[in-house]
């Protein structure tokens, strides 16, 4: 019986150079962002929305089950959250990215909004490479299992074995990872720093009076 283990060797490399021309093939960011901006071009575009916004409220315990409450009616969920008593707490909620607008104006109407921060990031490249390399590995894990079932000899069962089980480790990465990817174009993200606004009693709005004399007495000029 033939070996059949050189043969891995040369089904390995075709199948890599055929994936690498593949990635040379596919549409960067940079071409998409210069193309007309049609709705199916739009579409096709992965973006990655962030917000941070910074609000002081009258009472922080009842601002988080707030925030809870809008992330779950939106379809999304609380990632983080953490704080003091009732002092401070910062919220990191996940939301369906056509709901972010909406979120943030509902957000607005809890307490006094003191900064807001929105980016985007966009993974289509990257999507659109890992993509075409699993599509890749995929064909190499499937021409090593037909290997497999020809092997006889108890050497090329071990070899197309090994290879098969370090292909198999990376086509599992790989979707892994594009879920991943998927999964933040999906939800967006909103990270909410609350703070507790003080409220000053009469003596706080005499002491602050007074204050604001002397600052005027010494200062000419900021």
Known sequence: ????????????????????????????????????????????????????????????????????????????????????????????????VESLTSTIVALESIGKMTSRRMTSEDVTEQYVDTEARLKTMIALRDRLRALLDKAQDVRDVLVIERELSRVQAEVDSMQARLRKLKGRVDLASVNVSINRKVILGPLGYLLKGAWWTVEKLFVIQK
Request: charged residues 20%; hydrophobic residues 45%.
């Open 1 to 96: 019986m033939k070996r059949i283990v050189p043969s891995l060797f040369a089904i390995v490399l075709a199948i890599m150079a055929s994936g690498c021309a593949t990635a040379h093939r596919t549409v960067s960011a940079d071409n998409l962002a210069a193309a007309p901006r049609s709705e199916t071009a739009a579409q096709d575009r992965m973006l990655i929305w962030r917000a941070w916004l910074t609000m002081e409220v009258a009472s922080v315990t009842n601002a988080v089950s707030r925030i809870t409450d809008m992330a779950e009616e939106s379809g999304g969920y609380v990632e983080s959250l953490s704080g003091s008593e009732n002092e401070r707490a910062n919220v990191t909620i996940r939301v369906p």
